[in-house]
């Protein structure tokens, strides 16, 4: 089983539409939770943090269950600027003071007009 | 402000080769990580420095591979007699002196290294 998992796609949706990506852990000890998103051959970029309350960034709503060690993301409205790869990111380690990053493979979301 | 700046952008080696890629943190972070990805595949971490220390190499291939981050200067991940398997994008992230676990990591835009 992967360390994080990730549906790979791709999720190819109209502008405007709300798409939800799922992601599980296998490490039910993991202390911090992320989303970032990677253009075709640049680097990650952060979307946002996902904290237990669940938070959200104007379009961006990203949710955590902690017992069913599981995280989404999901996307309202969505624009053609949205297109790129969603990343799920675990940080693992149990009892660090630093963030080694675990990466799922990432989904990947077209928007068309 | 300039972000994490990583050189080259693109290193062409031929097998048999050393490659040396460099990674400035961001202005007032001291902790810098290494990432690789391979072609199709998720990012993989390497290693973990702090300046003139080594924290967590759990990542990092046993022979060959070896990083630095000196008192001054950029940190330095330095693959030793590449071969074909070692093409990858390499990438580079910080984040501050004061970071815990749940500090986000900010990547600079990689090293994307081709072993002819």
């Known amino acids: 089983r992967k360390e994080v998992e990730q549906d790979p796609g791709p999720f190819n949706v ?15 000890a993991s202390q911090s939770f992320f989303w970032y998103r990677q253009d075709c051959r640049k680097e990650p970029k952060l979307l946002m943090s996902v904290y237990s309350s669940g938070n959200e960034d104007g379009r961006f709503t990203a949710q955590l269950n902690r017992a069913s060690q599981y995280i989404s ?10 297109s790129a790869t969603y990343l799920c ?3 693992m ?21 | 402000n300039a972000g994490v700046m990583q050189n080259p952008r693109h290193l ?38 702090q300046k003139e220390n ?42 501050p002196p004061s970071a815990g676990d749940s500090q986000p990591q900010h990547f600079g835009d990689g090293t994307r290294l081709s072993i002819l």
């Open chain 1, 14 to 28: 109209p502008e405007g539409a709300t798409v939800a990506f799922n992601c599980t852990y296998s490490n039910s």
């Open chain 1, 73 to 82: 993301l999901l996307i309202r409205d969505s624009k053609l600027s949205d």
């Open chain 1, 89 to 91: 990111v675990v940080n």
């Open chain 1, 93 to 113: 380690e149990r009892g660090t003071s630093y963030g080694k990053l675990t990466f799922g493979q990432g989904t990947i979301l077209t928007v068309h007009p």
């Open chain 2, 12 to 49: 062409v080696r031929r097998r048999g080769q050393e490659a040396r890629l460099r990674c400035s943190p961001m202005k007032g972070h001291s902790h810098v990580y290494w990432y690789r990805q391979l072609p199709e595949e998720g990012l993989k971490f390497m290693v973990y420095l």
């Open chain 2, 54 to 95: 080594i924290i967590d190499e759990s990542g990092m291939p046993k022979e060959r591979f070896s990083a630095e981050f000196p008192k001054e200067g950029p940190s330095i991940l330095r693959i030793q007699q590449v071969v074909r398997g070692d093409s990858a994008a390499y990438f580079c992230a910080s984040s």
